[in-house]
């Protein structure tokens, strides 16, 4: 299985993160710091085992937004899968087929993994590595084991938990809330109730006659509590009645002293108010109208004084000077601009003659050809002599080259004259004699090594027939001793048999006849067994180590030795080559130094021929490079006198053009630049000058029209005409002139204004007249309106109306009362016959003996009710009594329940003995198994730690009874992972998951494995040691290694050139390489 690919929709800070077509081997996924790698690693966990609870972990919401979660894409043996989880909903795991797969057989593919085990071995971090804790423990080891043992579904480990948890669930022994802990509480109750069952069945008949009488009493005292309630109730109503008849008595008496004045115009003291008001407030604004008038009258008076009669008959006339004002202001602005404009141009244009030289004025200027044509040709010009001047110093350039070329040569060919013909054939002649001397020495190299091979033959013979000859000497003492002793022991037999048996003469002959005949034939056996040994021990030797040499030729190959030895030592010493001759193989030595020397002897021939070659090739370019240099000469000096006719011809143009003839092509060209731009600046001042002189007569004319309409309006200006000053003081009468307009404008606002204030005050007169008029009009009908209400009210004035009109309120108050009173004692004591006798006593008004009798009967009550209850809680023990007879009187419904309790106690019991019994059995085969597989794993890691560590550590190894590993190195001694460093500890336990990986493979589909930077503390040679580990692992396995450190990627690709990698980056894009 192998995981193709992913789409996280939203997870921490990835939001619709893609990526697809991932290798079932290595990828490598490099990134810098929180590009979110540890984040991937989380998503893949989230999504094939399911979000952990908040408080185990984070969830990484989503930062970006999304559906928090997404798919992953998996490759089975089954075929593709995708499964697609997101947070606090239930999964979705789909075949290619679109076969959807559960929780449990989506776990069951994946070998019964839990998010533990497979965060531990399969997808783990560098801080999880560093700990054994994770892989140490017993549920992951025991999640392994029993993937061995079952193949798929759950392990051991939890079959054993829900067998202690179901011993758990039956009984706890000091708790009561287990299934047979509750059975035994239940029979307690149960058998405590049938026997109270039992002895309350005795005594039923006398309850119930008690309970009969109980309720007799009840129902009297019932009848009695009613009776006293209602006379209580009716005392009770009197008492509280009696405020209501006092009331009334006194209301009624009020209303019979006041006078009687049943009648009063409706609203009578709200039309008084009302009429008041309005007089009063018709007074004050005919007062205030009166004065508004008089002030009006003055305001009209003082208006028609101030008002400028004259100046509003020329009004259309001083306004439209008024808006030309601004126009009038523009003009002049436009003109002092226009004299500035001027000015400038004047000046650029001196400026331009001054740059153009003391004998250029405006006539010269004039004559001067600025024309297109003419800028054409200087152009020409510029371009010839630049292309003149370019060629020659090219040429120059050309020249010098060669110079330095030619010069250069005749210094290297001075530098490397070749050797002389003597030496040439000195060096080749010393080659032949070394190749002579190579050929015969290794011609005697062969022969000597042939003379020592025979040498070395003979010597191997005589040892091993040495150690065979003393071979064959042991065994016949071997068999002396073994045979002696046997022929000993059977002739004493023989004698003593012959003597002392009882046997007679005949019989004793014939025994020791057969007895010497024994011993004749062991002796033959004997002698033909050591013979053979004798024998055998000498064809041995002879037979496996016989030689065609013999001694004599033995010492023949030593003299050839030592003469072969003198020849080799004269070769070496006229070749020149130093040779230990003691020294095992030297003749080889000899011929390989000789070899060398050889190559040495050809180099050196081979180097005088390459020489001799490079000096005559030498030659060759020396004459090229005088033709060269003769050629560059001849060429400048034709150059040197087309350049010069050039400028000839170019200065001769400057001067008939009107040009000094000194310029150059650029600085002529900016002549006739600036030539341009002063005549430009000539034409530019004559334009102006007229414009100017047209804004002069146009602003005289307006001038002498506005002071024209000034004078008519009696708006004197402050000196004489525009038109009548003289040219330095035009700018201060026009001003003065600007001055006046302005000042007869705001006059003329001023009287408008005035004009328009008179009207308005007229016509507010006007209203304000009417207005007085209406105001006097109301005040006399109101007044009307008073004397008319005093007469509906029978008053004579205001005092006896507001007298007349409180004793009417006051009555009618009385009345309304009278009746709330009435009709509060109908409610409260009603309109049948015990409301009249209610109405009579209380007419009799005995309220202190109503309020003691009331006391007298609450007392009475409250006694009749205590008894009342006291009888009500007997009565209703003796009812509880009662049920409880009758619901436990059925005492074989008990006994039955009882027998039940205790048939289900017993099953408990039975479930709880088979539970634990199940616990022991597979707590010990998963020992035995963990004892039998465990070493399969340790033994994989400890190859694998060999192969990092070089060696230096040979073995891993478990210590039961202690639940920890050690580690063996080279000298055999015991590290626990604690003395180890932090990078060996790393490689230790990534040894141990790869072991534990590889061993689940066995027993169910290879899954993938996802690293988190787990290489950074290991040194260079190991981390490259483990790079090959983990390739060859990943031909096996899916590895997914995230990393932040370019180097380990390096390594990898230096390894596997192939190998895929995918950049990350902060935005999440990503790069494959």
């Not at 004579?796 to 009555?811: S, V």
């Not at 009278?818 to 049948?832: N, P, S, V």
Request: glycine fraction near 6%.
């Amino acid at each position: 299985m192998y995981i193709v690919g992913w789409h996280i929709e939203g997870f921490g800070i990835f939001r619709d993160f893609a990526l697809r077509d991932l290798p079932s081997g290595m990828v490598v996924f490099e990134g810098p710091n929180e590009a979110g790698k540890s984040t991937l690693l989380a998503f893949l966990r989230a999504v094939l085992f399911g979000f952990r609870a908040r408080g185990r972990g984070s969830v990484y919401e989503p930062l970006k937004g999304g559906n928090h979660g997404g798919r992953v894409f998996l490759a089975t043996r089954q075929g593709a899968i995708t499964v697609e989880r997101f947070y606090r909903k239930p999964a979705r795991i789909q075949l290619e087929d679109g076969t959807l797969l559960s929780e449990p057989e989506f776990q069951q593919l994946l070998g019964g993994l839990d998010h533990q085990t497979f965060s531990s071995v399969f997808a783990f971090s560098l801080d999880e590595l560093s700990s054994f804790e994770s892989i140490g423990s017993e549920q992951v080891s025991a999640r392994i084991f029993a993937a061995g043992l079952s193949g798929a579904g759950p392990s051991v480990r939890d079959v054993m938990t829900r067998f202690e948890k179901t011993q758990e669930q039956l009984l706890r022994p000091r708790s009561q809330e287990g299934e047979i802990n509750r059975l035994v509480h239940e029979i307690a109750v149960t058998e405590r109730e049938l026997r109270e069952a039992r002895q309350l069945a005795l005594s039923y008949p006398r309850l119930v006659e008690e309970d009969e009488r109980l309720a007799a009493e009840i129902r009297e005292l019932t009848s009695q509590e009613r009776e006293i309630s209602q006379a209580l109730e009716e005392t009770k109503l009197l008492c509280s009645a009696w405020e209501i008849q006092a009331d009334l008595l006194r209301c009624k008496q009020e209303l019979t002293d006041l006078p009687l004045i049943d009648w009063f115009p409706p609203q009578a003291r709200e039309r008084l108010a009302d009429i008041k008001g309005r007089l009063r407030d018709g007074g004050e604004r005919q007062e205030q109208l009166a004065a508004k008038v008089s002030s009006k009258e003055h305001e009209i008076e003082a208006l028609n004084y101030g008002l400028d009669t004259r100046l509003l008959e020329h009004a259309q006339e001083v306004r439209q000077l008024a808006e030309e004002l601004q126009l009038h202001t523009q003009q002049r602005q436009e003109k002092l601009r226009l004299e500035a404009e001027w000015q400038e141009r004047a000046q650029a244009l001196r400026r331009v003659l001054d740059q153009l030289g003391p004998g250029v004025d405006e006539e010269h200027l004039a004559r001067i050809d600025v024309s297109v044509a003419a800028r054409q040709q200087l152009r020409g010009f510029r371009d010839d002599l630049a292309r003149l001047n370019e060629a020659l110093i090219k040429l120059r350039a050309q020249l010098e080259t060669a110079k330095q070329r030619a010069a250069s040569l005749e210094e290297e060919m001075t530098a490397k004259e070749p050797a002389g013909d003597s030496e040439a054939e000195a060096r080749r002649k010393k080659v032949r004699e070394i190749s002579g001397f190579l050929k015969e020495a290794g011609t005697l190299a062969q022969d000597w090594a042939k003379a020592r091979t025979g040498l070395e033959n003979l010597r191997v013979l005589q040892h091993w027939q040495e150690r065979a000859a003393k071979e064959a000497a042991r065994k016949r003492r071997q068999m002396l001793y073994v045979i002696g002793p046997v022929l000993a022991a059977v002739v004493v037999g023989l004698v003593l048999a012959a003597t002392l048996g009882g046997v007679k003469g005949t019989e004793r002959v014939y025994l020791l006849v057969i007895g010497l005949a024994v011993v004749v034939f062991v002796l033959a056996v004997m002698l033909f067994g050591l013979r053979g040994a004798w024998d055998g021990g000498g064809s041995v030797g002879a037979g496996a180590f016989a030689s065609p040499v013999d001694l004599e030729e033995g010492r023949g190959l030593e003299d050839k030795c030592k003469e072969l030895d003198g020849r080799l030592l004269e070769i070496a010493s006229a070749a020149g080559v130093e040779i230990q001759a003691a020294s095992d193989g030297w003749p080889i030595s000899l011929v390989s130094a000789l070899e060398e020397k050889l190559v040495e002897a050809e180099r050196e021939v081979t180097r005088l021929e390459e020489h001799r070659k490079t000096f005559a090739q030498l030659q060759k370019d020396l004459e090229a490079a005088l033709g060269h240099r003769a050629q560059a000469s001849e060429a400048f000096k034709q150059a040197q006198q087309e350049l010069n006719e050039r400028e000839q011809t170019f200065r001769s143009w400057l001067v008939a053009n009107g040009m000094p003839g000194t310029l150059s092509p650029e600085a002529a060209l900016d002549f006739l630049a600036l030539a341009e731009r002063g005549r430009e600046a000539r034409e530019e001042c004559a334009r102006l000058r007229q414009q100017i002189k047209t804004i002069d007569e146009q602003l005289a004319l307006w001038e002498k029209r506005a002071q024209d309409v000034l004078t008519q309006a009696g708006v004197e200006p402050e000196t004489t005409g525009v038109h009548q000053v003289e040219d330095k003081q035009l700018d201060l009468t026009r001003d003065r002139l600007t001055r006046a307009i302005l000042m007869a404008k705001v006059r003329l606002d001023e009287a408008e204004e005035l004009q328009t204030k008179l009207r308005s005050a007229e016509a507010a007169l006007a209203d304000l007249r009417q207005d007085l008029d209406r105001t006097t009009a109301t005040l006399e009908m109101t007044e009307e309106e008073l004397h008319q209400l005093l007469a509906e009210g029978r008053a004579g004035d205001e005092a006896e109306f507001l007298e007349r009109l409180d004793i009417f309120e006051k009555r009618q108050k009385l009345k309304e009362r009278i009746q709330e009173l009435e009709a509060q004692l109908t409610k409260r004591l009603g309109l049948d016959e015990r409301a009249r006798t209610l109405r009579q006593e209380l007419e009799q008004g005995k309220v202190e003996a109503w309020t003691q009798t009331a006391q007298t009967l609450e007392r009475e009550l409250e006694e009749l009710k205590e008894r009342r209850d006291a009888l009500h809680m007997r009565s209703g023990e003796l009812k509880e009594q009662l049920r409880g007879l009758e619901n436990s009187a059925n005492i074989a419904e008990l006994e039955n329940k009882l027998l039940q309790l205790e048939a289900t106690l017993a099953q408990a019991i039975d479930r709880w003995y088979v539970a634990g019994v199940a616990t022991t059995l597979l707590r010990s085969t998963l020992a035995r198994y963990t004892e039998d597989r465990q070493p399969q794993v340790l033994a994989e890691a400890s190859e694998l730690f060999g192969e990092v560590t070089a060696g230096r550590y040979a073995r891993v190894m478990a210590l039961p009874d202690r639940n920890e590993l050690v580690v063996l190195d080279s000298a055999g001694r015991q590290k626990n992972p604690g003395e180890l460093s932090r990078g060996t500890a790393e490689q230790l336990y990534l040894c141990l998951r790869m072991g534990l990986a590889h061993e689940f493979s066995r027993h169910a589909e290879p899954l993938p494995i996802v690293m988190d930077d787990v290489l950074v503390n290991f040194d260079p040679r190991r981390r490259r040691a483990m790079a090959k580990l983990l390739l060859n692992f990943a031909s096996s396995h899916q590895l997914l290694l995230f990393t932040c450190h370019p180097d380990i990627t390096e390594v990898l690709l230096e390894l596997e050139p192939s190998l895929r990698v995918e950049r990350m980056d902060y935005d999440h894009t990503g790069s494959s390489v």
